[in-house]
């Protein structure tokens, strides 16, 4: 089976544990994740099956957006309700500060914690930290392009945050805490956007287990998205028959004699004779056809006799 589907991650599962039940509820070893979630964390998890595994780096690199429960006067060494406390704080934190959490939108810096899948020298953070070890870690970049104040009352409300990839919402409360003198942790998360995918397009584990149980493994099938959900918002670029062909015996296609949805310079969804995407490609300078990621085989056309041509080395 090929295509995304989205789970709800629920609460002390990991997202490994997700791709593992995918695995064998779909009777299929080819299963990535499109960005880790914490075993504490619940919500949205795009998982992918199939030829759509190719699609899952351009998944991660897609912003997100979180509900997150946060607490001052405490800190732990995860940064979060799971973990030992730190440290204790009678500081009362006003609900006037609030303004100033919304206004850190922006670049800014991170320090990855330890408790996290984070490698360093080839070994894993928390698996350091579980030891009891803390090494240096060097500062991320990461975009905050929202925060929301949902609730707050008695040091202890909840924020929405819009972020970029790479953000550790539990670190974004932990430096809120230290900036305000008071320390803080999060008490609870829920991804409700990742990419393009929402809670809407969720499926509980629990309802696939169900589903199995009634109908069998084929009748998830029809529960898969296609790949080209993911990029909606490329225009499309689409092959004829001769074309089609040509693409999948390799060969090098010229951007001029190509059906483009609109001429940009970005990248296009890339679709076979069949109305299938089949790649990401963008117009090269020489006006060829500039593969950036292939997704499947197109259909074959064994009649068809194919010109010998130079092969795209893409």
Do not use: W
């Not at 607490?71 to 030992?84: A, K, L, M």
């Not at 500081?91 to 800014?108: D, P």
């Not at 004699?257 to 963008?282: H, S, V, W």
Request: hydrophobic content about 35%; glycine content about 8%; some cysteine.
């Amino acid at each position: 089976m090929d295509g995304i589907i989205c789970i709800y991650k629920p609460q002390n599962f990991t997202s490994f544990d997700v791709v593992a039940i995918i695995r064998k509820l779909f009777k299929t070893r080819k299963v990535g994740h499109g960005g880790t979630l914490d075993p504490m964390a619940e919500g949205v998890l795009p998982v992918f099956l199939g030829n759509a595994t190719r699609a899952v780096d351009f998944q991660i690199d897609n912003d997100k957006e979180y509900i997150a429960g946060f607490r001052f006067g405490v800190t732990t060494n995860t940064q979060d309700i799971t973990g030992e406390i730190t440290s204790v704080s009678d500081e009362y934190i006003s609900r006037n500060k609030m303004i100033f959490i919304e206004r850190k939108v922006g670049e800014i810096e991170q320090i990855p914690p330890m408790f996290s899948a984070v490698q360093v020298d080839g070994k894993r953070l928390y698996e350091l930290a579980r030891k009891g070890e803390e090494v240096e870690r060097k500062p991320r970049k990461t975009t905050i392009h929202s925060i929301k104040i949902e609730h707050y009352a008695d040091n202890e409300g909840i924020m929405h945050v819009h972020c970029s990839k790479g953000t550790y919402i539990r670190t974004l409360i932990h430096d809120i805490g230290q900036e305000f003198g008071a320390g803080a942790i999060m008490t609870s998360l829920v991804r409700t956007k990742s990419g393009v995918f929402t809670l809407d397009d969720c499926h509980k584990i629990d309802d696939l287990r169900e589903l199995v149980k009634r109908e069998g493994s084929e009748a998830l099938r029809g529960l898969l998205m296609p790949p080209d959900k993911l990029f909606e918002s490329y225009p499309r670029a689409l092959l004829d028959e001769t074309q089609t062909a040509l693409f999948g015996n390799g060969v090098k296609l010229a951007a001029d004699r190509i059906r483009f949805e609109r001429i940009y310079n970005g990248t296009y969804r890339l679709y076979g004779y069949d109305k299938k995407m089949i790649a990401l490609a963008q117009i090269a300078e020489d006006h060829s056809l500039k593969i950036i990621q292939r997704f499947g085989a197109p259909v074959e056309y064994d009649a068809l006799i194919v010109p010998n041509e130079d092969t795209d080395d893409e």
